[in-house]
Each structure stands twice: as C-alpha cells, then as structure tokens.
C-alpha cells in the first residue's frame, strides 16, 4: 500500500486572519519504504500528518489531493474516512498519555480499535490485544492498569500497539521517539523496520534528526509549510544542499558530530494570512511572517520568493524575486532559487613560491556559504599564505580563484574595494596588526575611512559602537578613547574582530585569532565567532595549529602538510577516522601530548614521494618514489598511497 500526497495546502482560519500551515505539498511513500518528515516547531508537520487521515479542526481549510493506493481520499466524507481509520492508514499521536481516555484500562483501549474497525468480539480482542502488548515489551501484569500508572516509554508502548493492532497498510508517527530513552526509541525502530519488511508505508514526523537517519529511506524537510529540500536520509548529515538543512543539521546534537551546536538566526513560527476584500484566504500576496515578539513583522511578507531568505547565509537580491521552484539537483530535490548551498570561494591549481621556497603546490580549495572550513598543520605548512590567498592580499604565482562567481584577479584589478568590503580579516597577531597612534574608536572605524562609506559622524560612530557591542566590548567614551597598548591581549582581539565586521563582510577569514590568548579568553572569542557567524550569516575560513581547537568550531577540515592538502572533509569523519597518517598524528599529539618530529631541513622543493614519508609509520618504498593525490575514501579525500581505515573515535562513527 502506498501514500501519494498531491498539491496539499491547509490554512487554519483565526478571525479576519489565517494562518498557512501546509503550501503545494507533495510527497509519495511507496510500500516497504520509510518518509522521514523534519522541520522546527510549527512547520507544519502535525498537520501534514492529520490531513491524511481528515482529522483537521473545523476551522481549517484544505485543497489538494490525498491519495491511498492511488485512490484519493474524501476528507469530508466521514463514513469514507472511517473505512480507512486504523484498517488502512493508522497514527500514533504526539502527546503520549494525552491520547488515552484515564478512566479505562489500558487492555480495553488497545482492543477496541479492534472492536469498533475490525468487527471481533471484546473477549477475541482482548486477546488479541494482550498478545501485541506483550511484543511491544508489556507482559501480562501491565494489561489491567490505567495510563496515568504506565511511565512515558511504556505509554508510547501501548499507543504503537493501538496503531498496529489491525495491521494497516500505512503507518503515520508523530513524534513516536520525543522525551523517550534510548533504550525505548529501539522498540520504535524495531516497529518502523518490521512494517517496512512487510510492505508497510511509513511517515515518520520528528524532530530527532539521527533517529530519522537511522530509521528512513528518504527525508522531506519542511520549513513555514513549504518542502524545502528532499533528499536520502543517509545524505541528512554529510550532504545537506539547502541552507535550511544545514541549520537544521548543526542545531542537532548528534553524536557523530564534534563541532559546538549552533543554531538559525532569528525565528520564523508560522504565516499569517490576510484577506483584505479578496475570496481566497491563502493567498501569499497578503501574508505575514509571524515571530513570538510581535503580531507581524515588518507588514507584508514580499509577493514572492524564499521563505527563507531573512534567515539565510546566502541570500541575494534575486532570493526576494520570482517563484522558487522544487527542481531536481542530483539526488536531491531542493527549493531554491541559487539551486543549493553555492561555492563562496573556489580556488583551483593555486601555487606560491618565495624565492627557493615552495610555499604552495598546486592546491584546490573551495569554502561553501555559510559553513566554518578550518586549515590546520604544523608551523610553516602553508596555511597563512593559503588564507591570505583567499583574502585577495596574496597573490598566487599560478591558479585561478574565484569569489562569489566572479574572478577575483579581475575585480582586484577593476576594483578592489568592493572585494575587500566583502572580506574581513583576523590577522594572526592583533597586536601588530593595528596601529598604536589610533584610540579604539579609530582603530574600528578606519576601513569606514579608507572605503569612504558614506556615513555622518554621528552614524560612523554609532556603527563602531554596535560593532564592539557585538563582540562584547564597552561602549563607553573613556573606553573609545583608550590606545592598544593600555588594553589587555584579548581586548585588543575584539577589537581586531569589531574592525574586521565594521564594513558588513559576508566572508571571515581568521588567522590564528586565538593562538596568544589564555584558556578563558580564548573561549569567549570562539562563542563569539560562533554566534555572529550564525547572527550575521558569515562564512569563515579559520586557520589554526590546534586541531583540539578546530573540532569545536568547524564544518569541515583541511590538513595541510608543507603547501599540501592531504586530507579534508567533514569534521566529524576527520576526528573520528583520520585517513592520513599525518592527520592522526596531529590528533594523537592532542590527546597524548607528544610533539611531533619535526622534518628539518627539508627545502620545501617537494621532490618525488610523500611530503610526510619520512616521519610516517606506514611508509612503504612507492611513499618516496611516487607523490600521492587526493582520492575520495568514504565522505573525505585523502592524499596518501595507504590510507588507515581504523576508527580513532569509534563512537564517533
């Protein structure tokens, strides 16, 4: 049996208002297949969910089609709806105990959907139901109890035994695994792979991503009633291609993930809906983004584009304009108007020599919108000169880069100043890095100088005070006044972070921001990093010595070895299974606090053979002769002839 939903929207009416909960909606479950359906609170998934079965209030109004075995689905016709109740299409509701009546037992509860659908007589069904109760975990002293005696696991217990009783075709769980034990969601899992062994069509409603990953086939991701993205659960973690799924994937805290939790900038609850003198209630040309703070914000929504797009990291212009198709992009379908998380900076073939020193071979690197891609390697691998690179301030003796789509040697010909507004910088020491002649207040506000923006005194200075505001510094006018040399070393890396956010970059790239400050100082300016990367959207390029450090923080990693990219990829798959030898040294050298041999007087030239051969445990006789290339091993690429494939962090896996 198999669930087709067509075109669905569902507006719950409030006054002169609505309120869209569900807009052109389509989705398909086959038999023996799990649909895994994600989203913040009040996206729209409950809804999704009763809809199918007519269970909607009163006040809501529905269009679109649902669809049983091909056969649609009369939502106003009851008598219709209760031939397929329980027999055919079955809910467990969110809410545990709520859904049981307190005054009967929990036997008489599970048996009469067997009584009321299936046409068996109480004692037959009684039986019946105590035979599925017992499978579900709840042997024979349980069965004669009321729910308000049974624990949260043991009620969910008995509501997937109401749902299963008359083994229905399709199978709708909402929430089924919310403020369960892990030990619990294994009786729900046991349920979702056993119905999909017999052909059953399952939707799963959740808001445990990992669950979902683990328990389905493919995955819809809903945001303000609207499928923003498609896609293979397997690909929910590792392959994400809307920036809404992103989001969703780092507010999440999966074990198999390294990097401290972010989150979505701002909030978004649900569309209110206007009719001002029109018939159709769900028109979005009337509708308002509604937010707890206020009744609306900011009058209309616009009369198209992105839902999405005040919560996106890389919304542009064009994000506000036109219709957002559902298009196909590989294995995904996305909702988006630039088709997907798009490339910030691409660099391909870069290389950069000084004098007899070779700098950079020939390297690709290419940093997602909205992600924190950290480079890591000992003293001297390169990284600064990859990162200034990037930056614009270095340029490469070979290579192309491009930034946003266009090529970046072009515009710094044509005009560097609009790139650079776009490129905020760090540099690795704050104290060399401003000048000691400028008070605070001058020091922040001198790109405003440099770049003319075209601001009164009153608003530069306004400016430079949100700036340091948001790196948690005074705003005080004896304190604009100070110099750097009257100011402690983390002071004066907020004050370096203010200066590099002052023009409204949309790319970060930090050099070693933190490398000369104490343990406390130093986590107050990665939260910071973190928060104003998820508040203002940015993407960042971080580079540092600590991969113990770059674990809290980051998307995805690059392992640099003397100008050389040997490994990148997820964090997460980086920390838990290195592939390079180099890689979990540096890891190892974290936990067991070993140095590494350095490899001295080496002269950079990269002959023939693998860079780290000397120092490597698993050297064999092709590491000297032949330079490894990078190759995709599982979800990272690795430039090594004998890649490991022993977990470091198994738990991690």
Request: charge should be neutral; glycine fraction near 8%; charged fraction near 25%.
């Amino acid at each position: 049996m198999n669930l087709e939903v067509k075109n669905l929207d569902v507006a719950y009416g409030n006054g002169g208002h609505s309120i869209q909960a569900l807009e052109d909606v389509n989705l398909k479950i086959d038999q023996g297949r799990c649909l895994a359906l994600v989203g913040e609170s009040g996206s729209g998934k409950t809804t999704l969910g009763k809809a199918c079965l007519g269970l909607l209030p009163n006040n809501a109004r529905q269009r679109g089609s649902i669809l049983l075995n091909g056969q649609e689905i009369d939502t106003n016709d009851e008598t219709a709806l209760n031939t397929i109740r329980w027999k055919s299409v079955s809910m467990v509701f969110q809410n545990g105990a709520a859904n049981l009546n307190p005054a009967h037992r929990i036997i008489d509860q599970v048996a009469e959907p067997l009584i009321q659908h299936g046409g068996v007589n109480r004692d037959e069904a009684r039986g019946r139901a105590a035979k599925v109760l017992e499978e579900m975990g709840l042997p024979e002293e349980f069965l004669g109890r009321y729910p308000h005696q049974f624990s949260g696991g043991q009620v969910q217990r008995v509501l997937l035994a109401m749902a299963m009783i008359l083994d229905p075709g399709v199978l709708i769980l909402d929430e089924p695994t919310s403020a369960l034990d892990a030990l619990t969601k294994g009786v729900v899992s046991r349920v979702i792979e056993e119905g999909r062994s017999r052909g059953k069509a399952i939707l799963l409603i959740t808001h445990d991503l990992e669950f979902a990953v683990r328990s389905a086939d493919s995955m819809a991701v809903l945001y303000l009633g609207q499928i923003m993205e498609a896609l293979p659960a397997d690909e929910l973690f590792s392959n994400p291609l809307h920036p809404y799924t992103l989001a969703l994937k780092r507010s999440y805290p999966a074990m198999n993930s390294a990097r401290d939790l972010g989150g979505i900038r701002g909030d978004a609850f649900y569309r209110t809906i206007h009719q001002h003198g029109h018939e159709d209630e769900t028109d979005y040309l009337h509708s308002h983004i509604q937010v707890p703070e206020s009744s609306h914000k900011d009058g209309h929504a616009p009369p198209s584009g992105c839902l999405f797009s005040e919560r996106c990291t890389q919304a542009i212009e064009e994000c506000q304009k036109g219709r957002v198709r559902f298009e196909q992009a590989g294995t995904h379908t996305v909702r988006c108007l630039r088709r997907g998380i798009v490339d910030m900076l691409e660099l391909k073939g870069v290389e950069k020599g000084y004098n007899s020193v070779t700098a950079l071979c020939p390297i690709d690197l290419t940093v997602k919108a909205g992600e924190i891609f950290s480079l890591v390697g000992e003293t001297g691998s390169g990284k600064t000169t990859l990162a200034m690179t990037a930056a614009g301030i270095t340029r490469p003796d070979q290579g192309s880069r491009l930034f946003e789509g266009r090529d970046m040697d072009r515009w710094i010909k044509k005009d560097y100043k609009s790139l650079a507004r776009r490129i905020g910088v760090i540099y690795q020491n704050p104290a060399e890095s401003i000048s000691h002649r400028f008070s605070v207040l001058e020091t922040v506000a001198e790109p405003l100088t440099i770049h003319r923006v075209g601001l009164e005194k009153g608003e530069r200075v306004d400016r430079v005070k949100k700036c340091l505001a948001d790196v948690h510094l005074s705003t005080d006018r004896a304190f604009l006044e100070r110099y750097p040399h009257e100011l402690n070393m983390g002071a004066l890396q907020r004050i370096c972070l203010a200066r590099a956010l002052v023009l409204g970059p949309r790319f970060l790239i930090a050099d070693e921001p933190t490398s000369s400050l104490d343990p406390s100082v130093q986590a107050k300016v990665l939260k910071l990093l973190l928060d104003l990367q998820i508040e203002r959207g940015l993407t960042m390029l971080f580079v540092s010595h600590d991969i113990g450090l770059v674990r809290k923080i980051s998307d995805r990693i690059g392992v640099m070895l003397q100008g050389q990219m040997v490994e990148r990829g997820p964090a997460s798959s980086i920390l838990s299974q290195p592939c390079h030898p180099y890689t979990r040294l540096l890891i190892e050298s974290v936990r067991r606090a070993f140095s590494l041999e350095l490899n001295r007087g080496n002269n950079r030239q990269h002959p023939a053979g693998c860079s780290f051969a000397p120092r490597c445990p698993e050297r064999q006789e092709i590491c000297d002769k032949q330079t490894p290339q990078l190759r995709d091993i599982g979800h990272v690429q690795v430039a090594c002839h004998f890649p490991l494939n022993t977990p470091l962090f198994p738990f991690l896996q």
